[in-house]
């Protein structure tokens, strides 16, 4: 990275050396630029040693946290038939993902302020992974581990596209452990809300909620996949948000939710644990929604003609509920988001789709609800 400073960047540190005390939505107002854009122009002048510290004041109480997973995801293609024991030829690419990385980048694009907290090793794979990632969220906060590889998710498909076996090498999450968040208490007693998915531990989820419900900071909760329910804590009282699928849902609670009566039933068990608001997804049947206040709704999935890539629709949905209801949305409306920004994101080649901001957003829930 060369040390000369840009145009955006010399405008940027004008405005601080005039005002130390600036926020980063002055700044953001002052130059015309989203906040997570001035944001990554300041990490880069800090960076750069230009700005020693932190100088300037930042509203903590304005960042979203996102903790858990940030992945390289690899899609490796065998072009003829797949044969064991030897050498085959493949096509392969390569994509960032992680769910706490993919709701951060979604987020970022809504013009929100994120901070991904994640742990990573010290390699080329983390290197794409903040280079993709870094306009959208700040990752300052993020801890490298020497002798770990950054979290990786790896399909191989046969040459009709089927699954034929994937490799999750998650093992440098199992890092991010309550000592590691508790050196970022003060960023996190101060965040607007605190997004977690399932890839970190129990026990820091734990920590986690307990945190959370004594600095009265809301906490949304984010499961991974059936096999890893068993990491939510034992106590989900003051849980703000679960944003669930079916198969999760039918995995904690050991059940099957095979009509709408028993699909309402599991939103229903969850919020007799103590959430406050919960979803559950379920594919092309749509989302059911509820908390204590409103009831429960059902809001039926959009129609889509062709899926293009199912990868990143869940995420898709979590970070556009999380946007309306921070956007004091009711919950209608909430899952109307949700619902929608997942629609366009299957009908995207990319994982997080490129054209998302928030009036974008709200012009497609004008389409399309």
């Given at each position: 990275?060369?040390?000369?400073?840009?145009?955006?960047?010399?405008?940027?540190?004008d405005?601080?050396?005039?005002?130390?005390?600036?926020?980063?939505?002055?700044?953001?107002?002052?130059?015309?630029?989203s906040r997570?854009?001035?944001?990554?122009?300041?990490?880069?002048?800090?960076?750069?040693?230009?700005?020693?510290?932190?100088?300037?004041?930042?509203?903590?109480?304005?960042?979203?946290?996102?903790?858990?997973?940030?992945?390289?995801?690899?899609?490796?293609?065998?072009?003829?038939?797949?044969?064991?024991?030897?050498?085959?030829?493949?096509?392969?690419?390569?994509?960032?993902?992680?769910?706490?990385?993919?709701?951060?980048?979604?987020?970022?694009?809504?013009?929100?302020?994120?901070?991904?907290?994640?742990?990573?090793?010290?390699?080329?794979?983390?290197?794409?992974?903040?280079?993709?990632?870094?306009?959208?969220?700040?990752?300052?906060?993020?801890?490298?581990?020497?002798?770990?590889?950054t979290?990786?998710y790896?399909a191989?498909?046969?040459?009709?596209?089927?699954?034929?076996?994937?490799?999750?090498?998650?093992?440098?999450?199992?890092?991010?452990?309550?000592?590691?968040?508790?050196?970022?208490?003060?960023?996190?007693?101060?965040?607007?809300?605190?997004?977690?998915?399932?890839?970190?531990?129990?026990?820091?989820?734990?920590?986690?909620?307990?945190?959370?419900?004594?600095?009265?900071?809301?906490?949304?909760?984010?499961?991974?996949?059936?096999?890893?329910m068993?990491?939510?804590?034992?106590?989900?009282?003051?849980?703000?948000?679960?944003?669930?699928?079916?198969?999760?849902?039918?995995?904690?609670?050991d059940?099957?939710?095979?009509?709408?009566?028993?699909w309402?039933?599991?939103?229903?068990?969850?919020?007799?644990?103590?959430?406050?608001?919960?979803?559950?997804?379920?594919?092309?049947?749509?989302?059911?929604?509820?908390?204590?206040?409103?009831?429960?709704?059902?809001?039926?999935?959009?129609?889509?003609?062709?899926?293009?890539?199912?990868?990143?629709?869940?995420?898709?949905?979590?970070?556009?509920?999380?946007?309306?209801?921070?956007?004091?949305?009711?919950?209608?409306?909430?899952?109307?988001?949700?619902?929608?920004?997942?629609?366009?994101?299957?009908?995207?080649?990319?994982?997080?789709?490129?054209?998302?901001?928030?009036?974008?957003?709200?012009?497609?829930?004008?389409?399309?609800s």
């Amino acid at each position: 990275m060369s040390n000369e400073m840009t145009d955006k960047e010399q405008v940027i540190f004008d405005l601080i050396c005039k005002n130390p005390y600036i926020s980063q939505q002055e700044l953001a107002e002052a130059v015309g630029l989203s906040r997570p854009s001035v944001a990554n122009i300041i990490s880069k002048l800090t960076k750069k040693g230009y700005i020693v510290g932190r100088a300037y004041i930042v509203n903590g109480s304005q960042q979203i946290i996102c903790i858990g997973g940030a992945n390289l995801d690899r899609k490796l293609q065998v072009k003829n038939k797949a044969l064991l024991g030897t050498s085959n030829p493949i096509s392969s690419s390569q994509s960032v993902g992680g769910v706490a990385r993919n709701i951060s980048e979604n987020l970022g694009r809504l013009g929100m302020d994120v901070t991904l907290l994640t742990a990573c090793g010290a390699d080329s794979d983390w290197s794409f992974i903040e280079e993709a990632s870094s306009l959208y969220m700040n990752l300052d906060q993020v801890t490298k581990f020497n002798g770990m590889s950054t979290g990786s998710y790896t399909a191989v498909l046969d040459n009709d596209g089927e699954l034929l076996i994937a490799l999750a090498d998650m093992e440098v999450y199992e890092t991010i452990t309550p000592e590691l968040l508790i050196k970022q208490e003060t960023l996190l007693s101060l965040a607007r809300c605190i997004v977690a998915d399932l890839n970190c531990p129990k026990d820091t989820l734990q920590y986690l909620t307990y945190f959370a419900q004594k600095h009265e900071r809301p906490l949304v909760l984010i499961p991974v996949s059936s096999p890893k329910m068993n990491r939510l804590p034992d106590d989900l009282n003051g849980v703000t948000w679960l944003i669930a699928n079916r198969d999760e849902s039918e995995t904690y609670f050991d059940c099957e939710i095979a009509n709408q009566d028993e699909w309402e039933n599991v939103v229903e068990k969850w919020l007799s644990l103590g959430i406050s608001n919960v979803v559950v997804t379920n594919g092309k049947n749509g989302a059911m929604i509820g908390n204590r206040q409103e009831g429960i709704l059902h809001i039926p999935a959009v129609e889509i003609q062709e899926v293009v890539d199912v990868t990143g629709a869940g995420d898709a949905f979590s970070a556009a509920a999380i946007f309306s209801w921070l956007e004091g949305k009711n919950l209608k409306e909430i899952a109307q988001a949700g619902t929608v920004n997942a629609a366009k994101t299957l009908q995207s080649a990319f994982t997080v789709r490129q054209d998302l901001t928030a009036a974008q957003l709200y012009k497609d829930m004008e389409e399309l609800s």
